[in-house]
């Protein structure tokens, strides 16, 4: 073997030593052992290699237009340790004897460039993320120097480190092909360069100290790497490999009635939702761990555009600070996870929209995690939001939010002279309409209501409702953290809607098809589910349903993407497709700056429909202004909350003379006027 390749024996007892410190300080990984156990949730070896190296290896959702700057940045920084990781090891290989038929030498073409341009790419990404941290920085983005926030280095001094490190390895390439000079050595494209700055003299009197310095840079850096942001590279491969992305973004359930009625339960030492570590399931502490702080969930919520007092990475940071205080650094005295890292506001003010859990790079469950402390605060605490505990005595006594009498929720079809069929008469239907409490109860809704009903009936469909039968489904209780009040509504309908027999439900609101499509099948109630947008697709589609004109509306028309259709069930296209026919396709419509995947929520999700937040600017009249910016005449939505929220922004802002609402079943059921005009 020739010499100048060979490895001290010195270097593989600090690599010992270096390795035999990372796997101690993997601890701070390990500590995700107190949570609880995750159950319901499975992930298969196959999806578990899919996801690590899809989302991980891959950085599938780094990449966002929206975060342009920052995806070329971590593209640099990720392929550039990937790279430098491969060469790293077959050189070793390479030096040590193994595999050398299969490996390329050190000095092989290909090698030799594809090394030095991941050293290339390493180096770039670094001077980019210092570039964002001092000229460019955006504000949610964390900044604390040499060290905070319990990272060893700090953000800058890991990156300044990582350059050193890099730096070193072009120095020690130089060195070596100064005094070799390989055939090769024009393929290392910065290696060779930098070999002609200095005499061959020169380089053979400094490569060993060269070699050795990048040695031990590298060493150190794998020692601390744990300790450090950048354990994130590890931690982030291992949350995503472990994600059930089936389940992503949906509440566990907590079975309350079962927990309360166990005669074996120790109910006053029962924590009914969760305010330290240990209260979490090992998944979610592992969420927390996983946390690049990159700030793009907080960049796109809409409570910390609109002035709330809400950061979801900072709710997840302090997640894992509260976890390593309890367990790496065992402090004897633990700062209270709520009502004191996190302030009570900070959970209040979260709509539930999803928009952090659809930004973020590592599948962060950001929602169900905040519900949890909710659950803590409502439950074990009894502290929901003042304003929203009417809405909450509304559903527990009167089966809806806004406390009317449950014999008025046929009022809405009786007032328009429609007669409509009945579960409890008709017992078999192929669709069951269900209404919801908005559709029932408030006047915006009830003319949706309305035209949905001439819908089907146009089309011909076999429907019924369930009239006085129906119940809240307890979409609000449950985001609110009454989980219990949730559970009751929800085997209170599943009781009701198993007498019957219907093909699938449909539903114009996102909330009542989230919930009772998904949420409920963890309390024994498996229902098809259906937007009515996708519905009255489908019509339009087999024949059933003809439009000839379009809608009454003019000029230009924008949608309002809801966050339970589009973020949480992926439906983007239906309510589009129906806005095109409605409007005799002539390409009128038009797309706010944030819509689809990114779209603007409309405030009233999470709960927040019923109460109150201090905030520098309302989500609705934001989102109202964003509608009124495309220069749209209307502005559709498919969504209960949003048609409320929406037109009570337009009244707000002024705008009723260039603005309207409408939610699609009504742009559809104009075109049924004009056909029959």
Request: aromatic share 10%; charged share 20%; hydrophobic share 40%.
């Amino acid at each position: 073997m020739d010499d100048s390749h060979h490895i001290p024996i010195l270097f593989y007892v600090f690599a010992f030593l270096a390795l035999a410190y990372f796997f101690y300080n993997l601890r701070v990984l390990l500590a995700v052992r107190v949570g609880k156990e995750e159950k319901n949730r499975s992930v298969g070896w196959l999806s578990r290699i899919g996801n690590g190296l899809t989302f991980g290896v891959g950085q599938r959702k780094v990449m966002n237009r929206r975060f342009s700057y920052a995806t070329v940045m971590h593209f640099c920084l990720g392929w550039g340790f990937i790279e430098l990781f491969f060469a790293t090891t077959v050189d070793f290989f390479v030096v040590r004897g193994w595999f050398v038929e299969l490996l390329p030498g050190k000095d092989t073409p290909w090698f030799a460039a594809l090394n030095d341009l991941g050293g290339v790419l390493l180096f770039a990404g670094l001077l980019m993320a210092l570039f964002r941290r001092y000229v460019n920085k955006p504000d949610p983005l964390p900044q604390s120097g040499f060290s905070g926030r319990g990272n060893l280095l700090g953000d800058t001094g890991i990156l300044i480190f990582l350059l050193l490190l890099v730096v070193g390895g072009f120095l020690a390439e130089a060195a070596r092909l100064a005094i070799e000079m390989p055939p090769t050595a024009a393929y290392s494209f910065v290696g060779l360069p930098l070999a002609g700055m200095a005499p061959v003299e020169i380089w053979a009197a400094i490569e060993r100290s060269l070699w050795w310095g990048h040695a031990i840079t590298s060493l150190a850096f794998i020692a601390l790497l744990p300790l450090t942001k950048m354990f994130h590279s590890v931690a982030v491969i291992v949350n995503v490999a472990l994600t059930d992305r089936t389940q992503h973004g949906l509440v566990r359930p907590m079975h309350v009635s079962q927990l309360m009625e166990d005669p074996e339960a120790d109910l006053d030492d029962i924590a009914l939702g969760t305010h330290q570590a240990e209260e979490f399931t090992w998944k979610q502490l592992l969420d927390s761990v996983s946390c690049t702080e990159c700030a793009r969930c907080t960049t796109v919520c809409p409570a910390y555009a609109t002035g709330r007092p809400l950061s979801p990475m900072k709710l997840i940071t302090d997640i894992r600070q509260d976890l390593y205080d309890r367990t790496i650094r065992k402090k004897e005295e633990v700062e209270d996870l709520l009502g004191g890292r996190i302030q009570v506001d900070e959970l209040w003010a979260c709509t539930s929209c999803g928009a952090c859990m659809e930004a973020c790079p590592v599948l962060i469950d950001h929602v169900p995690t905040f519900t949890d402390m909710r659950r803590y605060l409502v439950l074990s605490e009894g502290q929901p939001p003042d304003q929203a505990t009417e809405a909450l005595e509304g559903m527990t006594n009167r089966g809806n939010p806004w406390a009317l009498a449950q014999g008025d929720r046929m009022k809405w079809a009786a007032d328009a002279g429609l007669d409509l069929s009945v579960m409890a008469e008709k017992k078999k239907a192929e669709v069951l309409y269900w209404v919801g409490c908005a559709g029932a109860y408030d006047p915006r809704n009830q003319e949706v209501a309305r035209s949905f009903v001439r819908i089907l009936q146009a089309a011909g469909v076999d429907f019924a409702v369930l009239g006085e039968e129906e119940t809240c489904n307890g979409d609000s209780a449950r985001r609110l953290g009454e989980e219990y009040l949730f559970e009751t509504l929800a085997m209170q309908n599943i009781e009701t809607l198993d007498q019957y027999e219907f093909e699938r439900i449909v539903t114009p609101c996102p909330h009542c098809m989230h919930t009772i499509g998904t949420e409920y099948k963890d309390f024994g109630g498996d229902y098809e589910v259906v937007h009515h947008s996708q519905f009255i697709s489908e019509l339009l589609l087999s024949g059933k349903l003809k439009l000839n004109g379009g809608s009454h509306e003019e000029g230009k028309v924008t949608f309002h993407d809801p966050c339970y259709l589009g973020r949480y069930h992926d439906e983007y296209e239906s309510p589009r497709e129906l806005i095109e026919k409605a409007m005799g396709g002539k390409n009128r419509l038009v797309e706010m700056e944030y819509s689809r995947q990114s779209s603007f929520c409309c405030g009233a999700g999470g709960g927040n429909m019923w109460y109150d937040m201090e905030e520098t600017d309302r989500m609705n009249l934001a989102r109202v202004r964003q509608a009124a910016a495309t220069g749209a005449g209307t502005v559709a939505t498919a969504c209960s909350f949003c048609m409320i929220m929406m037109d009570d922004g337009i009244k707000v802002e002024g705008k009723e003379d260039s603005l309207a609402v409408k939610d699609v079943a009504e742009l559809i059921a104009e075109g049924l006027e004009v056909l029959g005009s």
